[in-house]
């Protein structure tokens, strides 16, 4: 059984900046790509950021110098990064790990 376990979202003004941090049980992890998608509030669900087994990663157009995704196998824990918060950053974060595992998600706030 996997389980996702997200942490570290809350409310942060603009210009802040939060670090997430999925926690993943099972032993999928290091094997499979993982990643932060986000929803706001009447808005679909979106990719923020992946990264691959080797490390690779990929980021929405958006975020791009924004934020950065890491990774830590040996805690089966991926992390989120997020600097220079802006308003329109505002979502329900998800972590994702391929394929078709969601965690909880976590609320971010960005507003003054």
């Known amino acids: 059984q996997v389980q996702l376990v997200e942490s570290g979202g809350g409310l942060v003004q603009p210009g802040g900046s939060l670090r997430l941090s999925c926690a993943a049980s099972?032993?999928?992890?290091?094997?499979?790509?993982m990643g932060w998608y986000r929803q706001a509030p009447g808005k679909q669900r979106e990719l923020v950021a992946l990264?691959?087994?080797?490390?690779?990663?990929n980021y929405a157009d958006s975020v791009k110098g924004q934020f950065t995704i890491s990774r830590h196998n040996a805690k089966n824990t991926v992390y989120l990064q997020m600097n220079s918060l802006k308003p329109e950053d505002t979502a329900v974060y998800y972590c994702?790990?391929?394929?078709?595992?969601w965690g909880q998600g976590t609320q971010v706030t960005v507003s003054s």
């Open positions: 099972g032993s999928l992890f290091s094997s499979r790509a």
């Open positions: 990264i691959t087994s080797s490390n690779s990663t």
């Open positions: 994702y790990l391929a394929l078709g595992y």
